[in-house]
């Protein structure tokens, strides 16, 4: 059984849609019960919380819940090395569970749907609206936390500290607090300073204490969505990479695939240059570990046959080896290197470089799909969504809804109102489709004020109500323009899908066709295209 029918959701009713998939506080009650359960040999327990725990990590990837996935990661790990332990003591696999179990009830608590990170901040004054309003469409969870009596399960698993600079606060001393507090949160991968004053001792603070990013007034919400986007990209520390290692001698591949697995990473290893671009294409890899002589082909020419393929312009090869000519390294990178490492690199070293290469390539390829005004899928993006979701539906013999939807009179908003204004129309009916939709659904900027919405497992008279729910929703809430007048507007929108449409240019050109219908049928409302009649 693939993954894929491990994980995929069921067809949807209405009525359902807000409900989580996986039952998360139940799944808590069965690792603790598994760790408990004195009565069962210590093999056997530790065989039965992996299995359920890496059930669970394909379920929360799916759902894309990384905090939850960044927690079970971290326990995934903790039982391959009690596998070569063979202590009786599991104390520690016993705590990661209990983390996990009251993240769970923590977040159960605190929000309708899981978030898919958890943003902590600080510092003086509430969070501001465009600050707030762009962590909901990022999907984080957001949460005060006191500097001197912080809850140790938010610390545990928050991606992304913002601090609150207030003008009248005592910057060193709070600066302080936040850098002894960062000490205490493993999974926290970005700060972010927000600052009304922008001089060079208040930049200097916020380096001096480890803050990655200073935002100043006025907010750059295009350069915010940016960090944002970034922040989601390096916030699950512990999440696994893949690494394809083409080396010609096979006894390499078995000594670093042993000390990869010890640090979650997948290690994919070639050792004939053909199988190796076969292997780049098909897996992806996150980073490409290359050695630079090779009988058949050196590591400069198939760097280059990388570079070549669209899918691997990007990603980064570092080469290994002994080579210690500076002009033989330099003319590696020239051909298409990103870096050059001695093949006698610690282990630890080396786990390091890739996991940061890793991160950088993933925060890029993230900044690269997203809308930096909304923080959504770009165009591209989402197309290609409907694609992948198309070939999934088909395989698994579901169904594929996709709306179009396009405000309504948007010419007139920017024309009376303002571009600035028209903008935070745009960011509002993002924030309300990001935040009323399911994790797996995707949602996208299609271009200008038009969005595209992906329903994987849903019909679309399902669909098409659940838009014109969200429709509704749109048009009671009000946006407040730059000039501080309070105005409503509405959208119009297009439904269809799959299997009454078999390709991805049919459904979009039959959603795109239903919404002209809904334009000319009135605007404000939503229409359904069943079939090409």
């Not at 302080?176 to 972010?192: D, E, I, N, V, Y």
């Not at 570079?307 to 000519?325: A, G, K, N, W």
């Not at 001695?342 to 996991?355: F, N, P, T």
């Not at 595209?452 to 098409?464: F, G, K, Q, R, S």
Request: negative net charge; proline residues 4%.
């Amino acid at each position: 059984m693939t993954d894929d029918a491990l994980t995929a959701p069921g067809p949807i009713d209405l009525l359902d849609w807000q409900t989580t998939p996986q039952d998360w506080p139940m799944a808590a009650a069965s690792l603790r019960a598994t760790i408990d359960d004195t009565t069962a040999r210590r093999a056997n327990r530790l065989a039965d919380l992996q299995n359920q725990v890496r059930s669970l990590i394909r379920v929360a990837r799916h759902e894309k819940l990384r905090v939850l996935l960044g927690a079970l990661n971290r326990i995934d790990q903790e039982i391959a090395q009690e596998h070569t332990r063979g202590s009786a003591d599991l104390s520690r696999l016993n705590r990661l569970i209990l983390y996990f179990d009251r993240l769970v009830q923590h977040l159960e608590k605190a929000r309708d749907d899981t978030p898919e990170a958890i943003a902590l901040y600080t510092g003086g004054g509430a969070l501001p609206d465009l600050v707030k309003d762009s962590l909901q469409r990022n999907g984080f969870g957001i949460h005060p936390i006191d500097l001197d009596a912080p809850d140790p399960a938010l610390l545990e698993h928050t991606g992304l500290l913002i601090y609150l600079a207030n003008d009248e606060a005592d910057h060193e001393a709070e600066l302080g607090q936040l850098a002894t507090l960062k000490r205490r949160m493993p999974a926290c991968a970005q700060s972010l300073m927000v600052s009304r004053r922008d001089d060079f001792a208040i930049r200097a603070a916020a380096v001096r204490t480890g803050i990655d990013h200073v935002i100043t007034y006025p907010i750059d919400s295009a350069r915010l969505n940016t960090l944002l986007t970034g922040a989601r990209a390096y916030e699950c520390d512990d999440e696994q990479i893949s690494v394809l290692l083409v080396d010609d001698m096979a006894t390499t591949g078995m000594y670093w695939r042993k000390q990869f697995a010890q640090a979650n990473v997948r290690l994919l290893f070639e050792t004939r240059p053909q199988a190796a671009y076969q292997t780049a294409i098909v897996e992806q890899p996150d980073v490409i570990l290359l050695d630079l002589y090779m009988p058949e082909m050196d590591g400069m020419d198939l760097a280059r046959i990388f570079r070549e393929h669209p899918q691997l312009t990007d990603v980064p090869i570092l080469f290994m080896s002994t080579e210690e000519r500076d002009q033989h390294r330099l003319e590696a990178k020239l051909k298409g290197g990103d870096d050059f490492l001695d093949k006698s690199i610690a282990g630890a070293d080396l786990i390091r470089m890739v996991r940061y290469r890793a991160q950088r390539y993933r925060q890029a390829l993230a900044e690269r799909r997203t809308d930096s005004l909304t923080g959504l899928l770009n165009h591209r993006a989402i197309t290609a969504m409907v694609d992948s979701e198309l070939e999934r539906a088909i395989r698994q013999e579901q169904p594929l809804s996709v709306a179009m939807i396009d405000i309504d009179n948007f010419k007139h908003i920017n024309d009376t109102h303002g571009h600035p204004s028209g903008d935070r129309v745009i960011r509002r009916l993002s924030t309300l489709l990001n935040t009323r939709l399911r994790k797996y659904d995707g949602v996208g900027r299609y271009g200008g004020e038009e969005f595209m919405v992906v329903l994987p497992a849903t019909h679309i008279d399902t669909a098409a109500e659940l838009i014109d729910r969200l429709r509704e929703q749109f048009a009671e809430s009000a946006v407040t323009t730059e000039a501080g007048d309070t105005i409503h507007c509405q959208f119009s929108a297009g439904v269809a899908g799959y299997p009454e449409h078999f390709t991805p240019q049919e459904i979009i050109s039959a959603a795109d066709g239903a919404l002209y219908r809904a334009k000319q049928g009135g605007r404000n409302q939503v229409k359904a295209r069943l079939s090409e009649d």
